[in-house]
């Protein structure tokens, strides 16, 4: 017997970046179980200057900071989100868990491990079977602070490093020496500091922001039509046809859906035809949903049934418009803009 408390402990978090909260948090779940699951949540988004990390590279941050003796005993899961159903989020994560617990040859007491602040976290409240086991906190640390640091300031992490990297552990700061000479550290620096100059033009505004856009979700013969974004945020990601409702053009949110897809893909379709075809609505409001602020969007589902697909084309920001299989959709939700990903699981889920 090992003398400790637990067979098993699950440990959830995002982990962008692994910090030494977390870092402590580990090692307490390592001293009070035998074996420790790390569910990596956020899996298979889309980078964002919130999310710069795929769940692949925090796993391999945190890899890089235990000890020989302890990497036995850490599993890594990978979970995706739900933003607008938590039923399947927390499903999903009961299977991944459930089947680690076996693979390890199951059996004995499970803890949840979190820190302090996270008690009251929602998905914390989610898992009554297993006893939450909050990991001693010697500092409170700002995940987001750190990602500011990193993206905004741009300073290189040489050995005289700036102070904010002394809040991560040595094995994530040399993984992000090396993250600092790709491609997508420069992209998601350059929407770093797109998303800052745009949220301190609006920091005058008298009240708090709250933005409307609309979007489209046209689907025909198993595609659904997308356009890939030509600027910040999302400069290369695929996207619905959608933007913000003109308030003076715009006397509906249909109208101006059916505005931003015409002017954003030049579909070959008569604007009354796509408009007898809107088969479903529906308002997506997770606060998280938008980098830019807190942004309310109203999607249209139009089905255009079987056929032939459209002619369309990139038009305004768009830099392409294409159809895409929702089959490819599917298995890569991280290549779409924003929450799109969970609006067309969503509106789809009755085809």
Partial sequence: MSGRSYRH??????????????????????EIADNVIVVIGSA???RTPRDPWSAPEREAMIRAC????????????????????????LTDVQRQAMAAIAALGGGGPVALVGLPRDQAAHYLR???QWKFEPAPRT????????RAGFLGGREPLAEDAPAWAEALPEGV??????????????????EWSYLAEYRRRWAAAPFPVIFTTVDALVVKSGHVLLVRRGLNPGKGLLALPGGFLDAAGDHSLREGALRELREETRIKVPAEVLARN????????????????RTITHAVCIDLGPGPLPEVRGGDDASEALWVPLAEVQLHPEALFDDHYDIITNLTSRF
């Fill in 9 to 30: 402990a699950v440990f959830p978090g995002r982990f962008q970046p692994y910090h030494r909260g977390h870092h402590g948090a580990l090692a307490f779940a390592l």
């Fill in 44 to 46: 298979q988004r889309p």
């Fill in 66 to 89: 235990l000890a020989p003796e302890a990497q036995p005993r850490v599993r890594f899961l990978h979970q995706r989100d739900y933003l607008y159903n938590d039923s399947l989020w």
């Fill in 126 to 128: 989610l898992f009554p």
């Fill in 139 to 146: 500092e409170i640390l700002d995940a987001g602070a750190l």
């Fill in 173 to 190: 700061r040399g993984f992000l020496r090396e993250w600092q000479a790709t491609p997508e550290y420069q992209a998601q620096a350059a």
């Fill in 278 to 293: 809107i088969v479903a609505e529906r308002a997506f409001d997770h606060p998280e949903r938008s980098q830019r602020g």
